[in-house]
């Protein structure tokens, strides 16, 4: 008999153990997510728009409005000193920024796809399924909100690029390799061996724009988890809002994380 794989949407049961489990999973990375991003802003961010304001009133070229607006000058050839003179003041290595960027990325992409994968165990797909048995099994009505839907929309098409190395960037990125070589006409490009440019000193708009969009990505995540939360009261019919209950062991772990991943991965290879 063929083990199942898919995750069973038959019984009321079924409904809340899954969206509690989904939750907890979220949750978990959401607080991480946060941590890091925290930390990246307190550690790097802080500390680069700091250096990028007093190179402004060294240059006497004040730039004003929020960051989004402030990257976008930045971006403008104008100011290409001023973003030369700040990068080299901040001095973030490359290492130390793809440290912080590659782990906000991770966290980024477990939590798109808790909440936006529509053929995994997500929210979105919790919220599908449910229309789907609600008169059936006689379940309890969830949340009806627009702004929900908007949020879950998005993280279904963000998830189709983030979690990818999908074609658009591919595009992007071969179109900006050829606007370099119309001004290096000399260049033969693609080359024969494969090469790998790597700038020590990290612009200080890439730092900017990173925390940017994880912020972003952050405010959309800390909706979600409330939504989900007050989903959860309505399928188990409380009138409580529930709490996060974040608990600590000062003790050593049972490895039940890396068990039940291996175990998952075994099964769905089956």
Not at 50 to 70: R, Y
Not at 228 to 237: T, V
Request: charged share 30%.
């Amino acid at each position: 008999m063929k083990k199942q794989k898919k995750y069973p949407f038959d019984s009321k049961d079924d409904f809340v153990i899954g969206l509690y489990l989904i939750a907890e999973h979220s949750i978990k990375y959401f607080m991480r997510y946060k941590k890091i991003l925290e930390e990246f802003q307190n550690c790097y961010v802080m500390s680069a728009k700091q250096k990028l304001f007093e190179v402004m009133l060294e240059t006497n070229n004040i730039i004003e409005g929020n960051e989004s607006k402030l990257i976008e000058e930045l971006k403008k050839p104008s100011n290409y000193y001023l973003v030369e003179k700040a990068s080299q003041k901040i001095n973030l290595t490359y290492d130390k920024f793809k440290d912080y960027e590659e782990r906000l990325a991770i966290n980024l992409n477990v939590l798109i796809n808790d909440f936006g994968d529509l053929s995994g165990a997500s929210y979105s797909r919790f919220r599908q399924e449910y229309k789907k048995k609600k008169y059936k099994l006689k379940l309890n009505d969830l949340t009806d909100d627009k702004k929900l839907d908007d949020l879950l929309g998005k993280c279904m098409k963000a998830r189709n690029y983030i979690h990818h190395f999908a074609e658009p960037k591919l595009l992007t990125w071969r179109k900006y390799r050829e606007n370099q070589l119309k001004d290096n006409q000399g260049i033969k490009w693609p080359p024969h061996n494969i090469e790998l440019n790597i700038s020590e000193i990290v612009n200080v708009i890439s730092i900017l724009t990173l925390f940017l969009m994880h912020n972003y990505y952050y405010e959309l995540f800390n909706c979600l988890q409330y939504f989900i939360r007050k989903d959860y009261a309505c399928l188990i019919g409380t009138n409580n809002f529930p709490e996060v209950d974040f608990k600590i062991y000062h003790e050593v772990g049972d490895a039940s994380e890396v068990t039940i991943s291996e175990n998952g991965g075994n099964l769905y290879l089956e």
